[in-house]
C-alpha cells in the first residue's frame, strides 16, 4: 500500500488517467453514432463527471480500478457488436497512449537534464506511467464490468450471449469478491496478471527509469 506521500502525488496522475479513459469510451461511441455521453454531459474532461468512489479508492492503494462507467446505448451503432468493441477497448488505449507520451517526456526531460532525478515532478511522471498502464490491463481483464467483458460480448457466438448477459449483472460482485480473496490470502490475483506487462511496458516507455514506490 502506497505511503502517505506516494498517494498525495498520485492524485493529479489519477485523475487524468480516469478523465482520458473515460473520455475516450465517449469520443469514439460518439463518433459511432451513439450522442448518449454527450447529452448527458460526460463527453468532458472534467474529472469530476467520471469519479466513481470505489474504483477511485482501489487506484489509490492498488493501482487498479475504474471509473463511473460512461453511458452507451449500442441502437445508435450501424455494427452494435463490433461497434461497443471499438468503444470497450477505447479506454485502455487511452491510457497505453498517456503512458507512451508521458514516458517520452520523462526520457526527454532526463536527456536535457530538464528534471532532477527523484524529485516530485519525477515521482509524479514515473507514477503516471505506471498507473496508466495497470488501468489499462487491468480493465481489459473479461470480468464483468470492465471492459474486457464488453469485448467478449462482441465476439463470442450469439447462442452464448444470454448467458454473458446474466455474468455481467453479478460481475460487479465477482470483481470485488476476487479482489477481497486476494487481499486474505495475500495472493496478487491481478497483479500476477497485469503487473508483468504493465512493467515491461513501463520499461520500454521510460526507458527503464526507477520506478519509486
Known sequence: ?????????????????????????????????????????RLTLNPLAHLDPIGTILLFLFYFGWAKP???NPFYFRRPRTDMIWVALAGPASNVVLAFLLGGTLRSLLDYNLIEPYGLAY???????????????????PIPPLDG??????????????????????????????IILGRLTH?????????????????LFTGGAPLLN
Open 1 to 41: 500500500m502506497p505511503d502517505l506521500a506516494t498517494i498525495v502525488l498520485m492524485i493529479p496522475p489519477i485523475l487524468a488517467a480516469l478523465t482520458i479513459h473515460e473520455f475516450a469510451h465517449g469520443y469514439v461511441a460518439w463518433k459511432l453514432g451513439d450522442p448518449t455521453a454527450r447529452m448527458e454531459g
Open 70 to 72: 460512461v453511458p452507451v
Open 123 to 141: 515521482r509524479m511522471l514515473t507514477i503516471s506511467v505506471f498507473l496508466n498502464l495497470m488501468l489499462a490491463f487491468f480493465n481489459l481483464l
Open 149 to 178: 467483458s464488453k469485448v467478449v460480448a462482441g465476439i463470442i457466438p450469439l447462442q452464448y450471449l444470454g448467458m454473458w448477459e446474466r455474468i455481467e449483472r453479478v460481475g460487479p460482485f465477482i470483481l470485488l469478491g476476487v
Open 187 to 203: 495472493i496478487p490475483i491481478f497483479g500476477s496478471t497485469i503487473y508483468p506487462v504493465s512493467r515491461f511496458l513501463y520499461r
